[in-house]
């Protein structure tokens, strides 16, 4: 257990639906990032939160949100969901914005879209 | 222009030799970290080693080194004595703080498979 938790571990949904990733940071933690793997572009960061607010922001399409609450979890939208949306997302957190530290990974969220 | 290249899609190793996996990357940062994580086919992301740019000795964990070559901007990670559970694939990766606020920009990828 690597102390990031991730949920659901999988979900299948239809097109055009929307759904709700989870993930609560290891203990101490105030950043959380989220990033999406596809076989086709690899991993791709989406979004950064930093004690609640966003940080910075990379390849989210205006069809995904995210937020970070007061106890630090952080919840990750999708919405209109099409095919290509399909793919492993992750959620990982660090205790600083520093070169020296590295990320703690959640074990992901598989979505599948039908 | 890639921030982090690994060459080398697929890399073939017999158990018990070494393999050396490549990674360059790209940074006007002073600043910046090293790392490489490991994903097996049951997906989780496991942290490996990681080098500071300002460390003079290159990184060691167990049977993991990264071969640090500042002036060249190459990271390689080499794995000593392979093990068959060596098979996975592995990314390497770089965070800036100077532009980046800390993100992790990964490569593509190496898929390492270990031959008994």
Redo the contacts between chains.
């Keep these: 257990d690597s102390g990031v938790t991730q949920t659901p571990k999988h979900l299948i949904t239809a097109t055009g639906q929307r759904v709700t990733l989870r993930c609560s940071p290891r203990s101490g933690d105030l950043s959380v990032y989220w990033y999406q793997q596809s076989l086709d572009q690899g991993l791709q960061f989406l979004i950064q939160y930093y004690n609640g607010e966003e940080r910075a922001k990379g390849n989210i399409l205006e069809r995904f949100s995210a937020q970070q609450f007061p106890d630090l979890h952080s919840e990750l939208n999708l919405s209109s969901l099409e095919l290509g949306d399909s793919a492993l997302y992750f959620c990982a957190s660090s205790v600083a914005d520093s070169a020296n530290y590295g990320y703690t990974f959640g074990s992901g969220t598989r979505l599948t879209v039908v | 222009a890639q921030k982090i290249t690994q060459t080398q899609p697929g890399m073939f190793v017999q158990e018990k030799e070494a393999v050396t996996l490549d990674c360059t990357y790209d940074t006007s940062?002073q600043?910046?970290?090293l790392?490489w994580?490991k994903q097996p086919s049951s997906?989780?992301?496991i942290?490996l080693i990681?080098q500071?740019?300002y460390d003079e000795q290159n990184a060691t964990e167990g049977r993991y080194s990264l071969n640090f070559q500042k002036a060249r901007k190459s990271a390689n990670l080499v794995i000593s004595a392979s093990q068959l559970g060596d098979s996975a694939m592995y990314?390497c990766?770089m965070?800036?703080?100077g532009t980046?606020?800390?993100?992790?920009?990964?490569?593509?990828?190496t898929i390492l498979t270990v031959h008994p």
């Design positions: 940062d600043s910046y970290g790392f994580y997906g989780e992301m942290f990681y500071g740019s990314f990766a965070r800036e703080i980046s606020y800390g993100k992790l920009t990964f490569g593509q990828g």
